[in-house]
């Protein structure tokens, strides 16, 4: 049965600290990186109802920097499911919490594969689409996974 996306949506939350950042007072961007993982991973893992491995970081864009003391949300949601693998879009929000202004950071799309008890690829369920905005991510996510098995094939004949 297929499920909706609201259903396995995420939004992880932090307040960046002095431990956060770099000399500059901006936080590292593997601080970021890993958060985007771990919202990923959540959404992915409640889509599926197994665990999930990270396969790939198809792109993680930094629009601006964040800063110490900023309040951070990171809001994953999935965009294409194939047979055993998912795509999520996470979307990085930065809001300063005395003035309460806030801006998208960092976008990220991330491929995740469901796995079973003894660690093999899993099927997982279909996605059922609501919006016509979570529709066209699907056919750009689409866009990407035939963009990433074409990546794959490439690679593979250069190896063997």
């Known amino acids: 049965m297929a499920k909706r996306i609201s259903e396995s949506a995420v939004t992880l939350s932090a307040l960046m600290g002095p431990q956060d950042t770099n000399g500059l007072g901006n936080v590292h961007g593997g601080v970021i990186m890993k958060l985007v993982d771990e919202a990923a991973g ?39 499911v194939g047979r055993t693998s998912m795509e999520a879009r996470v979307e990085v929000i930065a809001e300063h919490p005395i ?8 976008i990220a799309y991330l491929v995740f594969v469901a796995l079973d008890e003894d660690g093999k690829p899993t099927p997982v369920p279909p996605i059922a689409y609501e919006t016509q905005q979570q529709k066209q991510r699907a056919e750009q996510a689409q866009s990407r996974q035939e963009h990433r098995k074409k990546q794959r094939a490439i690679e593979r004949s250069q190896t063997s």
């Open 42 to 80: 959540l959404a992915t893992m409640r889509h599926a109802g197994h665990p999930t491995v990270t396969v790939a970081i198809d792109s993680m864009t930094f629009i601006e920097p964040i800063r110490v003391g900023m309040f951070v949300q990171f809001k994953a949601e999935l965009t294409y």
């Open 99 to 106: 003035l309460g202004t806030s801006n998208i950071t960092n």
